[in-house]
């Protein structure tokens, strides 16, 4: 191949790259769109929203003591490999992404030594007075980012009220103590309201006419003083005063 092929090649090479970039420039110039100064309309994702939500299905969830006097400890063991990859749950284990959970139940929260809490949970845990109650527990684990805003923690959440109450009780067994399971169904005895009723100041049914009743008699007790005048009057045959006519009243 002599010079002149080589370079018709690569003038054919040129001559294609110059077309394509000069189309392309065509292209752009008819048609050029322009993004608008404002939009027609925004997408707002409302994370309160969600946490609302995720309140409110707390707030309206079945009570964690019902749950976990039917919960199973052995299939939360199963349930906790969703969290093995963070967490570590034996005595003494290491921290991971989140801290070891041995004598989780009932800890106060933000508390392990040595790992390094964000500070949405150290606002949560209040010094050190807020704990992981049972209840608190399940509302966590329902929707972390939901129960405590900014936590660091990306798990999704357990919507599942039997793989919630698993979990827990099998974390609950993860201690030297247990923390005794919290009673089930635990309401105020019936009848209260009814034995509080009468405090209210309200007599008992027929005391307040059995009171009224004198009040009724006292038209009677006045009866006499209507004979005031007839006794006023001199009985007849009476002698008049001196100096006075017979038969003329007293004045």
């Not at 006097?69 to 349930?79: C, L, P």
């Not at 989780?104 to 390094?116: L, T, Y």
């Not at 990306?154 to 030297?176: H, P, S, V």
């Not at 007839?230 to 045959?237: D, F, L, R, S, V």
Request: hydrophobic fraction near 40%.
């Amino acid at each position: 191949m002599d010079s002149f092929e080589v370079n018709k090649i690569l003038g054919g090479l040129l001559g294609t790259v110059f077309i394509i970039f000069s189309v392309g420039i065509a292209s752009n110039s008819l048609f050029s769109t322009h993004a608008p100064e404002k939009p027609g309309f925004i997408i707002e994702a409302a994370e309160g929203d969600a946490g609302g939500a995720a309140a409110g299905g707390a707030a309206e969830a079945t009570p964690i003591a019902d749950l976990l006097a039917k919960a199973d400890a052995k299939a939360g063991e199963a349930v906790f490999k969703k969290c093995a990859a963070c967490h570590s749950i034996e005595k003494g284990g290491p921290n991971k992404v989140g801290p070891d959970l041995w004598s989780i139940v009932d800890r106060p929260v933000a508390s392990h030594e040595g790992f390094s809490y964000s500070g949405a949970m150290k606002e949560f845990a209040s010094g050190g007075s807020e704990k992981w109650t049972f209840d608190n527990l399940n509302h966590f684990l329902i929707s972390p980012k939901g129960f405590v805003k900014g936590t660091a923690m990306g798990f999704a959440g357990l919507k599942k009220d039997d793989e919630r109450a698993n979990l827990i009780a099998y974390m609950r067994e993860q201690a030297d103590s247990p923390v005794p399971l919290p009673e089930a169904g635990a309401a105020a005895p019936e009848g209260e309201a009814t034995e509080a009723a009468p405090a209210e100041g309200a007599a008992p049914t027929g005391t307040a006419p059995a009171d009224a009743a004198p009040a009724e008699q006292a038209p009677a007790e006045a009866a006499p003083a209507e004979q005031a005048p007839a006794q006023e009057a001199p009985a007849a045959g009476e002698a008049a005063p001196e100096g006075q006519p017979a038969g003329q009243p007293a004045e």
